[in-house]
């Protein structure tokens, strides 16, 4: 049994449904509801930012399933894409509030079940390639995404004990709504076309293609499986080749 947060649209979607494609149980823990639901899939309104809300999906999930075998937390937002100079402290917080704070508090509240479901069970972070290697005009993301590698070293000591495994899958440039809207917006600023931006980006990426949903759902079945199960406290990049590790 596991839970995706975020898991109603994007990566976590696709992450959702390759799990539930593979017989696992799945909560979908997200702030919208998923338009179409899969077989195998329940969804929980949730924002992970709110102590409240991640209380009351860890209460859910013991009472409908009683068991908790995986954590991915996925959910996050893009933030603002301005210097740090001109960024509002607010807009700031609140990615580190959704991006960070949120796994923290999902993975919190989500070791009690975890533990008793050990060994074998297993947390995956989703972090970035801009949490490896920052960017200009992206400090709130770059620092959330950051934030999320380290998160993962701590929980993989404190958690390796009880044999719970936690790792980080750090996407490089997906095809999700989120990169297409940053797209256009670099595209306006330099007086190109979205789709001669997208091309621009895609020459910088030595696999020559943008990442998919499936990509990050084959790394993250990789890690819950057998096969790694002696994979603790890594970031495995998922990136094309454009961060080398």
């Not at 975020?6 to 997200?30: F, H, K, N, T, Y």
């Not at 702030?31 to 899969?38: D, G, I, W």
């Not at 709110?50 to 009472?63: G, Q, T």
Request: hydrophobic share 45%; aromatic share 4%.
């Amino acid at each position: 049994m596991a839970i995706v947060t975020g898991g109603a649209q994007g990566l976590g979607g696709g992450v959702a449904a390759r799990l539930a494609s593979e017989g696992w149980q799945v909560v979908v823990a997200d702030v919208r509801e998923p338009e179409l639901e899969a077989s195998g899939q329940v969804f929980v309104r949730c924002d992970v930012s709110r102590e409240d809300d991640v209380a009351a999906l860890m209460s859910f999930v013991r009472e409908r399933h009683g068991r908790l075998d995986a954590v991915v937390n996925n959910a996050a937002i893009g933030g603002p894409s301005t210097t740090v100079a001109q960024t509002d402290a607010d807009a700031f917080r609140r990615v580190l509030e959704v991006n960070l704070v949120g796994p923290f508090l999902v993975s919190r509240a989500a070791v009690p079940l975890l533990i008793e479901s050990a060994p074998g069970s297993a947390i995956i972070n989703v972090g970035s390639m801009f949490g490896q290697s920052g960017v200009a005009r992206g400090a709130p993301y770059c620092a959330s995404k950051g934030g999320v590698e380290m998160l993962t070293h701590s929980l993989a000591l404190e958690l390796a004990p009880h044999g719970i495994r936690v790792n980080t899958v750090a996407p490089g440039n997906m095809m999700t709504a989120m990169h297409w809207d940053e797209i256009e917006m670099r595209a306006d600023e330099v007086g190109v076309t979205p789709d001669e931006m997208r091309e621009q980006i895609r020459a910088t990426i030595p696999l020559a293609r943008h990442g998919t949903a499936a990509d990050i759902a084959g790394a993250v079945m990789w890690l819950l499986g057998d096969d790694a199960s002696y994979v603790t406290g890594q970031t495995i990049s998922v990136n094309g080749g454009v961060l080398l590790s």
